[in-house]
């Protein structure tokens, strides 16, 4: 064959094959990648801004030397299955990732500590993309934990002081109560957001210096979430959502706390001028009578036996808070509020 017969025609076309190529293969690529981003799942992400976590006092300039956990303090993201699995000793706080490996630097004076008492407090989980929500579970340090050694699960109590089943999706900020322990001085909390549909959990540690006691809001079983104080009517330190005289009369009382008890006088004021009051005599003494006791109530079960509980259709209460505290010793369970089998 004659190279020259070929001519500039013929390498040409053949240059021009080659060339097409590439561009074919390339924009290939970017359709497939293109179709790859849209089919993509939103990936669920979040933290515990109130108390404030470890991680989101490194996001607010509360604790330094973070790593790059301060920019994302909504990625602590770990395997399922703590305290059996999970996030390996030594490396809890930073869900067993390398990425924020700082976080699991743990001495008496290394982060700083948010103030909190024992007994009802609110935590408040931020979303940055929602998700199917199976629980959220809280863990604290044993009262003989050494804080200066990382943590492990020989740190924490063996069983959860708080666990709330969801199986949901939350809204952005997500608010619920939970009874924590007594405690002295400094301690963390952790706190686990099992994602519902994926094998991850989201771990928060949150490092918190105890300062006495909360007042005792609505009771509730010891350990469970408790119901938000609004809008369902359970009485609390907060102040109540139906003003109400209360006291056997038109004008409100000024109540105080019984010397010893855990009340303290505003909680009384509060919760026994509320409507329905909730003012129990061994805790509360009012202005010129006893304390009112609470509205006439099923008797508390014994043993295993429960009451099988449900609102009043338009009280405001709803069936799981009235099983909650109408199964509570002592019970809480208004007949205007609450029926019971």
Not at 60 to 81: K, L
Not at 180 to 192: C, F, M, N, T
Not at 287 to 300: D, T, V
Request: charge should be negative.
């Amino acid at each position: 064959m004659n190279p020259g017969a070929s001519g500039p025609s013929t390498f040409n076309s053949i240059s021009e094959q080659i060339m097409q190529k590439p561009r074919l293969s390339h924009i290939s690529k970017i359709i497939a990648l293109f179709g790859l981003c849209l089919t993509q799942p939103v990936f669920s992400h979040g933290f515990v801004s109130t108390p404030q976590s470890r991680a989101y006092l490194c996001n607010q300039g509360g604790n330094t030397n973070c790593g790059s956990v301060q920019y994302e303090p909504q990625s602590v993201e770990g395997p399922d299955g703590y305290p059996a699995g999970g996030a390996q000793d030594g490396t809890i706080a930073a869900a067993g990732s390398a990425a924020w490996a700082p976080l699991n630097e743990q001495t008496a004076d290394r982060w700083k500590k948010v103030p909190i008492k024992s007994g009802r407090n609110s935590f408040t989980w931020h979303f940055t993309a929602p998700h199917s929500t199976k629980n959220f579970v809280y863990y604290i340090t044993k009262a003989n934990w050494n804080p200066n050694q990382t943590l492990s699960r020989a740190s924490f109590d063996s069983a959860p002081f708080c666990t709330l089943e969801l199986n949901a999706k939350p809204p952005v900020d997500y608010t619920h109560d939970c009874v924590v322990p007594e405690r002295q001085g400094y301690h963390v909390i952790l706190a686990l957001w099992d994602v519902g549909d994926t094998a991850a959990t989201f771990y928060n540690v949150i490092d918190v210096q105890f300062n006495g006691a909360n007042a005792p809001g609505a009771p509730t079983t010891p350990g469970t979430a408790q119901p938000a104080p609004t809008p369902n009517p359970a009485p609390t330190p907060n102040a109540p959502t139906t003003p109400a005289p209360n006291c056997g009369g038109s004008t409100p009382k000024v109540c105080k706390a019984v010397a010893g008890s855990a009340g303290t006088d505003q909680w009384c004021n509060t919760n026994c001028n509320h409507n329905p009051s909730f003012c129990p005599v061994d805790l509360c003494s009012c202005e010129g009578s006893a304390a009112p006791a609470p509205a006439p109530a099923p008797a508390a079960p014994t043993g295993d036996a429960k009451l099988n509980c449900s609102a009043v259709p338009t009280s405001g209460a709803d069936d799981q808070w009235c099983n909650i505290n109408c199964n509570h010793s002592p019970a809480f369970c208004p007949t205007n509020l609450c029926s019971c089998e």
